[in-house]
């Protein structure tokens, strides 16, 4: 069965020595410059000859474009890492059939200006986006221009990545995070509140038509969804200081409907169980496959050869395994079957 992995990641060789110059994530820096498959491409299409029915979407690893310069040298890291990531599709069309571009989300109307070259010209697919902006929310009114005009000029989807840095403590009387905590547990944490801050923001009433992907399944959302339901029923109950009963009154439907409406990736290092409550939650016509290649502990065929076990080991319909393997996919991507 064809199968497209819609969220991976590369970073172009220009990119990386950007990356280099301009992180000062000295940690990040060494993890994506001991990552070969994540910038050697030709070593990338040769691992992925395992799997002949395989084809990537791809998507640039962070760290973003905002968060490796200020508002003036941003769109200029963007326009490069969307000509190379152009430039990889039409190397190896087969192999990777789309990109989605990176976007200097720093700075809005040259990232609308981006998208729309990256869209119109170069072909991209979709635009990502990280799941806050330099700490800032993306439910902020000045990002609201970018995903109207992915959504309803272009009707491109959002790709949304976690990322919280490892400066940011868990515990308030620490200087940073411990034990890698910030991204194996802060990441679908970072998710989570994203997806919150969407709903409750109203942006999903706004647009309804608004695709966005979540990594790693909806992350903590699928889980709690039962607390998720039965405490956000009663928003407000809990506040003194701000009005939240009024936003109920002015959703549509419950909350946890409007978390229903995300689109949700299979990359869960492999746990059928996981991923057998994401569908529960999501359904199958919102889920779709990703790798999240090549962060694995194999550095790229691990998490491919995992994911698709996943699928295939939870005994679904062939018409449910279609879905999550390729068609769902190409219903995002613009493509006919």
């Known amino acids: 069965m064809k199968k497209i992995d819609i969220y991976n990641h590369v970073m172009p060789p220009r990119y990386l020595e950007l990356m280099r110059q301009h992180s000062k994530d000295q940690g990040i820096v060494k993890r994506m410059t001991g990552l070969r498959m994540l910038w050697d491409l030709e070593a990338r299409v040769q ?49 990777f059939p789309a990109f989605v571009a990176a976007l200097p989300w720093n700075n809005v109307p040259a990232a609308l200006e981006e998208m729309d070259r990256a869209i119109t010209q170069l072909g991209a697919r979709g635009i990502q986006v990280t799941t806050n902006i330099n700490g800032r929310p993306l439910d902020d009114p000045e990002f609201f221009p970018v995903f109207e005009r992915a959504t309803q ?50 942006m999903l009433q706004r647009l309804p038509e608004l695709r966005i992907v979540t990594h790693h399944c909806g992350a903590m959302i699928p889980y709690f969804a039962g607390r998720a339901d039965t405490l956000w029923a009663q928003l407000g109950s809990r506040s003194a200081d701000a009005n939240y009963e009024d936003v109920l009154k002015r959703m549509a439907k419950k909350p946890i409907d409007y978390f229903k409406m995300f689109y949700a990736d299979t990359v869960l290092g492999g746990s059928a169980s996981a991923l057998r409550c994401g569908l529960d939650f999501f359904g199958a016509d919102k889920v779709v496959f990703a790798s999240d290649c090549p962060f694995d ?15 295939e080991s939870l005994n679904l319909s062939e ?5 999550i393997f390729v068609l769902n996919a190409l219903k995002l991507l613009g493509a006919a079957r």
């Open 47 to 95: 691992m992925l000859e395992k799997w002949p029915e395989l084809q990537q979407v791809l998507t640039l690893a962070v760290p973003s474009p905002e968060a490796l310069g200020d508002a003036s040298a941003s769109p200029e890291f963007a326009r490069i890492a969307n000509d190379d990531l152009a430039a990889i599709v039409a190397k190896w069309p087969q192999r």
């Open 319 to 323: 018409q449910d395994q279609q879905k």
């Open 153 to 202: 000029v272009h009707g491109v989807p959002v790709w949304m990545h976690p990322f919280r840095p490892a400066t940011q403590p868990d515990y308030p009387t620490e200087s940073k995070s411990q034990y890698e905590i910030w991204q194996v547990l802060g990441w679908p944490y970072e998710t989570s509140v994203a997806m919150a801050r969407i709903v409750f923001s109203g």
């Open 297 to 311: 502990p194999e550095g790229g065929p691990m998490y491919i050869r995992e994911g698709i076990r996943s699928v």
